[in-house]
């Protein structure tokens, strides 16, 4: 497939994640902080832990799994 990404280079080269500053855009910095980052919720808290495995641990740069997944 010609679109998919072959290394993290590629990754980083065309993804960038920001929040938005809460005093410079506060609808956007609002609606992220609600609806986009996982917070600790009921339903996915399994003894005292997320079944979603977060908070995902911090990386500078992308990676790729085998299956070609950041």
Not at 35 to 56: E, L, N, R, T, V
Request: aromatic share 10%; proline share 7%; glycine share 6%.
């Amino acid at each position: 497939m010609e679109d998919k990404l072959d290394c993290a280079e590629d990754g980083d080269r065309l993804i960038n994640v920001e929040i938005p500053g809460q005093t410079t855009d506060p609808l956007v910095y609002d609606t992220i902080t609600r609806f986009m980052i996982h917070g600790p919720c009921a339903p996915c808290f399994i003894d005292q832990k997320c079944s979603k495995c977060d908070p995902k641990r911090f990386y500078n740069q992308a990676a790729f799994d085998v299956h070609g997944f950041t």
